[in-house]
Nanobody
Framework: QVRLVESGGGLVQTGGSLRLSCKVS????????MSWFRQAPENERVFVAG????????PYADLVKGRFTISRDNANNTVYLQMNNLKPEDTAVYYC?????????????????WGQGTQVTVSS
């Protein structure tokens, strides 16, 4: 199995920053592509950022490009999402996702493994 556990969510004011972490355990050698998704109340779960195993490919959603940075530390089996200049529109539950496939996709169906989510709330 592969297990993903997110952490780092919380309450911040507009313009603040948070750093989310996703710790991978279990059969870590099977994990290649990883991504962050988010879901606000009454809305669909949407792609935020993704990263290939090497870190060379890092697609971002247009709404977060320039503000968020995804990275990974394979030695520690951890993926990060640095979120700067946060806006109220960023308020959502953030989910970490992983898949054995190499290609970094922007769709929910592209990922087999999911974390439990961590709440990010940005006050205006």
């Amino acid at each position: 199995q592969v297990r993903l556990v997110e952490s780092g969510g919380g309450l911040v004011q507009t313009g603040g920053s948070l750093r989310l972490s996703c710790k991978v355990s279990g059969r870590t050698f099977t994990v290649n592509a990883m991504s962050w998704f988010r879901q606000a109340p009454e809305n669909e779960r949407v792609f935020v950022a993704g990263i290939s195993r090497s870190g060379n490919t890092t697609p971002y959603a247009d709404l977060v490009k320039g503000r968020f940075t995804i990275s990974r530390d394979n030695a520690n089996n951890t993926v990060y999402l640095q979120m700067n200049n946060l806006k109220p529109e960023d308020t959502a539950v953030y989910y970490c996702a992983a898949d054995a496939r190499q290609m970094v996709t922007r769709t929910i169906r592209g990922y087999y493994y999911w974390g439990q989510g961590t709440q990010v709330t940005v006050s205006s």
